[in-house]
Structure formats: structure tokens, C-alpha cells
């Protein structure tokens, strides 16, 4: 079984700073990409960011220049700082995986609970 934890979320002023977590952990054979998906009320889910296993990223337009993905060395682990943050930040941010659980399988997306993010006056 595969489990996506997150940690990071809350409120913040515009302007203001937030990392959000996300661990991986249970039994698999590689991680493709992680990434950070993110859902505001009435509006469907979008990508934020996303790390392959080469560390080549990709951002969505809105973010480029104010967040940063990264992940630890064991690549198990994937981080999101969010500088600049606007009101229109605010969403539900989802981390997702990309994993392979066994050698010569098809890879499969999981994803976390989510995690609040507020930003606001």
C-alpha cells in the first residue's frame, strides 16, 4: 500500500510564505514524478508543479517565479515553496505520485488528502 502525506498548509497574508510537505512512503519500485495539484472552490483541479525523476520540473504559468519543487535525495519526498502568495492562491492543494509498484508494471497516480491553503487580508 502506497501513502501520500502531506503537511505545510494554513493561512497567510498576501505577500506572505508557505511550504507545504508531502512523504511517500509503503512499498514500491520507482517514483516517475511527484507533483502539486491544486483545487479552489467552483473551479476544477489544476496542476501546480510537478519534479520527474531526472529532477526536470514543470509549473503552471500563474506560479512560475514564486514557487519552487523540489524533493529530498532519497526522492521520496517532495516540497513546495510558495513565496509572493496571492489571494488567488488560495485552494486546496493535492500532492500526487506517479509510481511504479513493481518492475515492468504500469505506472499509477495516487494522491494525498490535501491541504488547506488561505490567503488572505
Known amino acids: 500500500q502506497v501513502q ?8 497567510v497574508q ?5 511550504r507545504l510537505s508531502c512523504a511517500a512512503s509503503g512499498s ?6 511527484m507533483g502539486w495539484y491544486r483545487q479552489a472552490p467552483g473551479k476544477e483541479r489544476e496542476l501546480v508543479a510537478r519534479i520527474f525523476s531526472g529532477d526536470s ?6 506560479v512560475k517565479g514564486r514557487f519552487t519543487i523540489s524533493r529530498d535525495a ?9 513565496n509572493s502568495l496571492k489571494v ?3 485552494a486546496v492543494y493535492y500532492c500526487y505520485a506517479r509510481i511504479l509498484r513493481y518492475s515492468g508494471t504500469a505506472p499509477y497516480d ?4 490535501g491541504t488547506q491553503v488561505t490567503v488572505s487580508s
Open 88 to 90: 488567488e492562491d488560495t
Open 110 to 113: 495516487y494522491w494525498g488528502q
Open 28 to 33: 514500491f519500485f520507482r517514483i516517475n514524478a
Open 57 to 62: 520540473t514543470n509549473y503552471a504559468d500563474s
Open 14 to 18: 498576501p505577500g506572505g510564505s508557505l
Open 74 to 82: 532519497a526522492g521520496n519526498t517532495v516540497y513546495l515553496q510558495m
Open 4 to 11: 501520500l502525506v502531506e503537511s505545510g498548509g494554513g493561512s
